[in-house]
């Protein structure tokens, strides 16, 4: 985190450790890979995602709220159509300062920590996205999918579009003595 002209990095040495200070943050940051299920959903590399987000000074560190809108891009799970959309998560983290009682009780993967007081953001967006993805995109709710029979798209076929089926068992008679009667 040492890269201070990363987007994804807050500084809070401005917010001071005075418990009630806050700082607002609105910002527009891309994601630098593709977050998501490559051919289902994803966030595209290089999409900016849109941070609003609070920064409080709590007696144990600093606490992260707000919102994050991420624009998505797939394909319907039952059509294939494409699906362009977006996410919109809400955050709440502690990040807990180094000295702080929080930050001694806990595991190390249990908080979040500051480091160097500053606050990486990605890992915290990039999580709450990635589980805020729809595990099954579909282009309308309603979406009828795909024909098993010829694979056409349900709401292009011809009302009462099917397929004439055999009976496998009556296979053979039909071949043999064809289907008239």
């Given at each position: 985190?040492?890269?201070?002209?990363?987007?994804?990095?807050?500084?809070?040495?401005?917010?001071g450790?005075?418990?009630?200070?806050?700082?607002?943050?609105h910002?527009?940051?891309?994601?630098?890979?593709?977050?998501?299920?490559?051919?289902?959903?994803?966030?595209?590399?290089?999409?900016?995602?849109?941070?609003?987000?609070?920064?409080?000074?709590?007696?144990?560190?600093?606490?992260?709220?707000?919102?994050?809108?991420?624009?998505?891009?797939?394909?319907?799970?039952?059509?294939?159509d494409?699906?362009?959309?977006?996410?919109?998560?809400?955050?709440?983290?502690?990040?807990?300062?180094?000295?702080?009682?929080?930050?001694?009780?806990?595991?190390?993967?249990?908080?979040?920590?500051?480091?160097?007081?500053?606050?990486?953001?990605?890992?915290?967006?990039?999580?709450?996205?990635?589980?805020?993805?729809?595990?099954?995109?579909?282009?309308?709710?309603?979406?009828?999918?795909?024909?098993?029979e010829?694979?056409?798209?349900?709401?292009?076929?011809?009302?009462?579009?099917?397929?004439?089926?055999?009976?496998?068992?009556?296979?053979?008679?039909?071949?043999?003595?064809?289907?008239?009667?």
């Open positions: 985190m040492s890269d201070q002209r990363n987007p994804w990095i807050f500084d809070t040495r401005e917010l450790r005075r418990a009630g200070l806050s700082r607002e943050l910002r527009r940051v891309p994601f630098g890979a593709v977050i998501g299920v490559p051919d289902v959903i994803v966030v595209p590399e290089g999409a900016e995602v849109e941070l609003d987000l609070l920064f409080e000074s709590v007696v144990e560190g600093v606490l992260v709220t707000g919102t994050a809108v991420a624009p998505t891009s797939g394909q319907c799970s039952r059509c294939l494409p699906v362009d959309g977006s996410v919109e998560v809400e955050l709440t983290e502690l990040f807990a300062y180094p000295d702080s009682t929080t930050e001694a009780t806990t595991e190390e993967d249990e908080v979040s920590r500051l480091v160097d007081d500053r606050i990486d953001l990605e890992p915290l967006v990039r999580d709450a996205v990635v589980l805020a993805l729809p595990q099954v995109p579909l282009c309308t709710p309603d979406c009828a999918g795909l024909c098993p010829c694979g056409g798209k349900w709401a292009d076929l011809e009302p009462g579009h099917g397929h004439e089926t055999i009976d496998p068992r009556w296979a053979a008679l039909v071949e043999r003595f064809g289907d008239s009667p």
